[in-house]
Every structure is written in C-alpha cells, then in structure tokens.
C-alpha cells in the first residue's frame, strides 16, 4: 500500500513565524503535490514537483516556497507565515503515465496565530 | 471563465437507493477525469479515474461517465450504504508535459445515507 506521511497533524504558529511542513512517500513516486483546503474554496494547488529539485506554481503559489532534495520528501515552506495562511494542507504523490492517481496524505492543519 | 462545478447542496438519500453526482465544466479540455472519496479530517481517497475517450467505468457499486461534449461526469453509487456518507470530489486531470497530471478540483458533494 502506498504511504504518504505529513510531519504534524496540528500546528500553532505565530503570524512572521517561518513553517516548515514535511512530506514523506514510500512507494517510489516522481510527481509530488502540495495542496491547501479551505471550506467553500475547495483543493487548491500550491506548487508540484516531478522530479528531484523540479518544481513548478500551481494555482496559489505566493506567500510559499517548496524543496524537493530527496525523491521521496517534498517539503512546503512558509516563509513568514500569516493569519490567511491557516488552512488544510495536504501533501500527495502520484506515478506519470495511466495508473495516475493521486494518493494523499492525512492532511496538517495549521493555525497561524 | 474556467469553472468546475458539483452540487452544492448535501445530497442525502435512503439506504439502498442509487446516489448520483453531478461534475460540470467550463473552458477545460480534461484528458482524464478522477473522482475521490473524503472523509472528515482526512485526505482524499481515490475512486476511480476515466479517460476522455471512455464513455463509462466501473468498480464494484460505482460508476463513472464521462461526456467531453457535455463537458459533464455522472457519478453514480447503487445500493448505497450509510458506510458511504462522505464527501465526493471530482477532478479534472489536465495533461502537463511528460505525462505528468495536474489536478483541478471541484469544491465537492457531501452525501449522506440514512439507514
């Protein structure tokens, strides 16, 4: 079974704080995904990476940065965080080709405060 | 304007009956359309996928269709179970370069299934 881990389930930070949410898979997947969930709003895409040191935007990249340094760990970064920030962040990996569904991790919750 | 849009409202429905959700789009010309199963407080679960040349997909009690000229994706579960209340989303998977997906998410239907 593939295995997508997130470092915390629940985060406090305080506003101009820097964050730092960590991203492990276990099933050997190049394409990896940071989204953020917000009711009414919906999954959103920050930024994704299909390879080791590859990224690329996605929808709602300002105000985050990403590091890819290892295949299996994809970590999203919030530099400075703020109030606007405190979402549902949910890390996925998937496989190019047919077989390319996504499978996501539990989610953080993070409350900047 | 490009819009991906489920039903908004809750759909609630009797145990054993057939449960049907609505996908719609605007200005997308998805590959592949994915739907996924959430549960509350956890990450989504992926159902089923299908592509822009299939007109139907099962699994088990779900199906899937898929009309790129409608611009619309029915998602169906038959003999529904109280089991299968959670939140349904779809997603358009629109091809990058190397074969690689990016998804757009619709905000997703909640279903509930009483006994």
């Known amino acids: 079974d593939v295995k997508v881990t997130q470092s915390s389930r629940y985060l406090v930070k305080r506003t101009g704080e820097k964050v730092f949410l960590e991203c492990v898979q276990d099933?050997?997947?190049?394409?990896m995904f940071w989204y953020r969930q917000d009711p009414g709003l919906g999954l959103r895409l920050i930024y994704f990476?299909?390879?080791?040191?590859?990224?690329e935007k996605g929808d709602i990249p300002e105000g985050y940065s990403v590091s890819r340094e290892k295949k299996e760990r994809f970590s999203l970064i919030l530099e400075s965080a703020s109030t606007n920030q405190t979402s549902m962040y949910l890390c996925?990996?998937?496989?190019?080709?047919?077989?390319?569904?996504?499978?996501f991790g539990p989610g953080t919750r993070l409350t900047v405060t | 304007s490009q819009k991906i849009e489920q039903n908004s409202e809750a759909l609630n429905i009797q145990e054993g009956k057939t449960a049907t959700l609505t996908c719609n789009y605007t200005n997308y010309s998805p590959a592949y359309l994915q739907w996924y199963r959430q549960d509350p407080g956890r990450g989504p679960v992926f159902l089923l996928l299908i592509r822009e040349n299939e007109k139907e997909k099962r699994k088990e009690r779900l199906k899937v269709t898929f009309d790129t000229t409608l611009k619309q994706s029915l998602f169906h579960i038959t003999a529904s179970q109280p089991a299968d209340s959670a939140t349904y989303l779809c997603?358009?998977?629109?091809?990058?370069?190397?074969?690689?997906?990016?998804?757009?998410f619709g905000q997703g239907t909640t279903l509930q299934v009483k006994p």
């Open positions: 990476s299909y390879d080791v040191k590859m990224k």
């Open positions: 099933m050997d997947h190049e394409n």
């Open positions: 996925a990996s998937s496989t190019p080709g047919r077989e390319r569904e996504q499978y």
């Open positions: 997603a358009l998977d629109l091809q990058l370069s190397g074969n690689t997906g990016k998804l757009i």
